[in-house]
T-cell receptor, first 110, second 111 residues
């Protein structure tokens, strides 16, 4: 079992829909990263959070430390949101590297 | 200019050839990393460096070597490339406990 698991693996939705991507982890962490990988391959950091909630534009990330769970939400989704979304955790005993989820491939249809 | 620059962006090389992938950064971060990504799989850490005199193996270092020439430069070498090293390679930087910044990636094909 992977230490960081994402669901769903693949998600296809219509433009305008509210999107939720989930990330669960089984180890103690100091922080969690959400990243976006564009179809061209580039990776962009979206959020790093250790508690509560962060918002940037139409993107919202939440984390529940007790439940070891984080979610990434996209409001009013748009085709340009189509990408792979990856969560990665800073393990408590491995702050030199991230523990990576496998990613969620999101396709937003016009 | 990009904060983290990788060269080349694409490379096709023959089995047995030595190849170097270069990474330079303007973020001023002390930590640098090399990752490999295979289709359908997550990122896997090859090597990482916390400063110029610090080099550490990641989970898949066999067949690779690195050099941290300066705080801003971290290069990855494949001494004798083999086809299963065909992958997308990413360089990344960070501060301790901070967010990561990634390069645009190098798509390497070994034929």
């Amino acid at each position: 079992k992977n230490e960081v698991e994402q669901s769903p693996q693949n998600l296809t939705a219509q433009e305008g829909e509210f999107i939720t991507i989930n990330c669960s982890y089984s180890v103690g962490i100091s922080a969690l990263h959400w990243l976006q990988q564009h179809p061209g391959g580039g990776i962009v950091s979206l959020f790093m959070l250790s508690s509560g909630k962060k918002k940037h534009g139409r993107l919202i990330a939440t984390i529940n430390i007790q439940e070891k769970h984080s979610s990434l939400h996209i409001t009013a989704s748009h085709p340009r949101d189509s990408a792979v979304y990856i969560c990665a955790a800073y393990g408590m005993d491995s702050n030199y590297q991230l523990i990576w989820g496998a990613g969620t491939k999101l396709i937003i249809k016009p | 200019d990009a904060d983290v620059t990788q060269t080349p962006r694409n490379r096709i090389t023959k089995t047995g050839k030595r190849i170097m992938l270069e990474c330079s950064q303007t973020k001023g971060h002390d930590r640098m990393y090399w990752y490999r990504q295979d289709p359908g799989l997550g990122l896997r850490l090859i090597y990482y460096s916390f400063d110029v005199k610090d080099i550490n193996k990641g989970e898949i270092s066999d067949g690779y070597s690195v050099s941290r020439q300066a705080q801003a430069k971290f290069s990855l070498s494949l001494e004798s490339a083999i086809p299963n090293q065909t992958a997308l390679y990413f360089c990344a930087t960070s501060r301790q406990g901070g967010g990561y910044t990634f390069g645009s990636g190098t798509r390497l094909t070994v034929v």
